[in-house]
């Protein structure tokens, strides 16, 4: 029995209930995925394509509870999240399991042009709006997004209209609340319209690491002419936290896309990162660095579809490995025959701190015209002996020599950010843990609630 079924199962006997959480538009959706995840027949295994170390299939298996019946959970913004890093001052909005809940620092202060609630709510009140973009991305194109669309229930809507440049960065912090084993059904749908600018800033945290918990989360981004995106999302949860994570990007011509993602703590999780270039001109960037250490897995995954001429992507992926820790990286560049004068490179680093820990990387180029600039690399090896040994004959112990070259290794990545802040933050972030104290979820989304 595959754990698909026990999904379907939980959806046949709980439709009613599903159902009268959520506006017909949203339900409009779940009958095609259900029909999706049947056809599909099961999630993918290790060894699938694109799969070499991770297995969806068990990551789902475990049974989790899903609060279907909407029970609220009670959380304290300001008790729970502390902080001792310099203030990163953003609009704050938390879902709590996947319950949005604006801030008041959100209400007061949201400028007008800007939309930040619930997508329940929003459904409500603008189907029209809700149905043209949800679900348009996504599109039920493998099990595990068509599993989230059959049973969200809720989740965040961002909307920046026409020429609206957004000073203040937004902030959604997600937290896993709750007394007992839960999976979390996620979902935010993103919108700039022509000409719009904003920063974003997602944290994942758990607030309990007695409990093992499940993100199932699904992002769908649209970018209109123009519009300009810097989306930074830091996983900071527990080792009994699982995630499987998925985005999706599309730009039309003249938009700017930066995306900058952090795994630092975590058990399992699958991250991947979905961008269509369907306009002339654009730009893409994928920055993304990984932490694991004891038995963690940190998969990330990319597919970059260059679909419309003069426009450049460029990926950097890297990844620092200790214990018996494993990485995965496979990443896709294509090109279409269409696409001239596309410049597109990927860059995959590794570092294995132990002789134990195991990474794969797989990167990939699928050109169809001639007239293009494109290149990709993977390189993987461990710390570099000769600096270790030049810096403990200055007097720096071999521990902090060690921390300071990982600390190096991982500049590049936190320099892609430009949130007023956040790059000292991550500096001080993966101090820490490379120092091998996992953070309290507080870290990074504390004093943002002023």
């Known amino acids: 029995m595959s754990s698909i079924d026990q999904y379907i199962d939980l959806y046949g006997h709980n439709r009613e209930t599903v159902e009268a959480a959520t506006p017909d538009v949203i339900n409009r959706l779940r009958r095609p995925a259900l029909e999706a995840l049947k056809s599909f027949g099961r999630f993918p295994g290790k060894r699938d394509e694109g799969y070499s170390r991770f297995s969806v299939e068990d990551l789902f298996a475990p049974d989790y509870g899903v609060n279907i019946a909407r029970v609220p959970f009670a959380v304290d913004v300001t008790q729970s999240f502390r902080c001792d890093v310099p203030n990163v001052s953003t609009l704050l909005g938390v879902v709590v399991n996947d319950a949005f809940r604006p801030t008041t620092t959100l209400l007061k202060n949201l400028p007008e042009g800007v939309t930040v609630s619930s997508l329940a709510s929003v459904a409500s009140e603008d189907p029209e709006f809700i149905g043209r973009y949800l679900g348009a991305l996504s599109h039920n194109r493998d099990a595990a997004s068509a599993l989230n669309t059959m049973l969200m229930q809720d989740g965040v809507v961002i909307r920046v209209r026409a020429g609206v440049k957004l000073e203040k960065a937004i902030q959604i912090v997600n937290i896993f609340n709750a007394s007992a084993s839960l999976m979390s059904v996620r979902r935010m749908l993103v ?111 990319s597919r970059i579809n260059h679909l419309a001429p003069h426009s450049r992507s460029n990926q950097l992926f890297k990844y620092l490995l200790d214990d018996k820790s494993q990485g995965a990286f496979e990443g896709l560049i294509l090109v279409a025959p269409d696409a001239v004068h596309t410049e597109a490179y990927q860059t995959d680093r590794n570092m294995l701190a132990s002789a134990e820990a195991r990474m794969h990387t797989a990167p ?59 790059r000292d933050r991550l500096r001080h972030l993966v101090e820490r843990r490379l120092s091998g104290e996992h953070a309290a979820c507080g870290d990074c989304a504390a004093s943002c609630h002023n």
């Open 191 to 301: 919108v700039l319209e022509e000409g719009a600018s904003a920063r974003m800033l997602v944290c994942d945290h758990s607030q309990s690491a007695d409990f093992g918990y499940l993100s199932s989360q699904v992002t769908e981004i649209f970018l209109h002419p123009g519009a300009s995106l810097e989306y930074c999302d830091i996983e900071e949860s527990s080792e009994q936290t699982s995630r499987m994570s998925q985005l999706y990007v599309s730009q039309d011509t003249g938009s700017r896309l930066a995306v900058n993602g952090t795994s630092l703590t975590v058990g399992r999780t699958r991250n991947e990162f979905h961008v269509d270039i369907n306009g002339e001109n654009c730009d893409a960037e994928l920055a993304v660095m990984a932490i694991a250490d004891g038995s963690q897995v940190i998969d990330n995954s």
């Open 364 to 422: 990939q180029l699928e050109i169809y015209c001639d007239d293009v600039k494109c290149s990709h690399g993977a390189a993987t090896g461990q710390l570099d002996r000769n600096a270790l040994f030049y810096m403990q004959t200055r007097g720096v112990p071999e521990d902090e020599a060690r921390m300071m070259l990982m600390q190096a290794f991982m500049g590049d990545v936190i320099e892609h950010v430009s949130i007023d802040g956040l």
